[in-house]
C-alpha cells in the first residue's frame, strides 16, 4: 500500500485516532493527519469538514473519521458532495462498505469498539476493491465523484 489516508477526530475518538496511525505507517501508507491533537473537547463537524475537503483537494484518496460514536461525526461528512462516509462496527460491515458502496471514508466509534476490531476494520477498509458492476450504478446516483 503507498496511497495516503487522510484520519481525523474529535476528542471522543482521539486516543482510537492515535493508536491507528502506527498501524497505518507500518502498512505504508502516508498519513495526512487532520486533528485533534488531544483529549480537550472540539466540534466533530469541523474535523469532518477538514477530512472531507482534503478528499476533495486530492491530498487523499480515502480517509478514517472517528468520534465517540461514529454516528456524529459520519453525518457530518455525508453532508459533503463525493464522501461516502461508512460507519463500521466489524470487518464485514467495513468490507462490504468498500465492495458495495465504494466508501472513501472509514468511520469508526472510538468509545464502543476495541483497538483490535478497529484494526480489522482498518485492513477491510484499505484492502477491499469496490466491487462495480450493479453497485456502481447505485454509487453513481450518490452524486458526484472524489477526484483519485
Known amino acids: 500500500m503507498s496511497d495516503t489516508v487522510a484520519i481525523a ?18 502498512a505504508g501508507v502516508a498519513v495526512l493527519d487532520l486533528g485533534t491533537a488531544s483529549r480537550e473537547a472540539v466540534d466533530y463537524p469541523d474535523f469532518a469538514d ?41 470487518g464485514l460491515t467495513a468490507r462490504l462498505a468498500r465492495q458495495h458502496n465504494d466508501a472513501n471514508v472509514l468511520v469508526l466509534g472510538g468509545r464502543l469498539i476495541g483497538i483490535e476490531t478497529a484494526k ?21 446516483k450518490l452524486g458526484r465523484a472524489v477526484p483519485q
Open 50 to 90: 477538514a477530512l472531507a475537503a482534503a478528499l476533495m483537494a486530492g491530498r487523499a484518496p480515502r480517509g478514517v473519521l472517528v468520534c465517540g460514536t461514529g454516528i456524529g461525526i459520519s453525518i457530518a461528512a455525508n453532508r459533503h458532495p463525493g464522501i461516502r462516509a461508512a460507519l463500521c462496527h466489524d
Open 9 to 26: 477526530a474529535d476528542h471522543g475518538g482521539f486516543d482510537l485516532k492515535a493508536a491507528l496511525v502506527p498501524v497505518l505507517q507500518a
Open 120 to 140: 480489522d476494520c482498518l485492513a477491510m477498509f484499505l484492502n477491499t476493491p469496490f466491487e462495480g458492476g450493479r453497485h456502481a450504478r447505485r454509487v453513481a
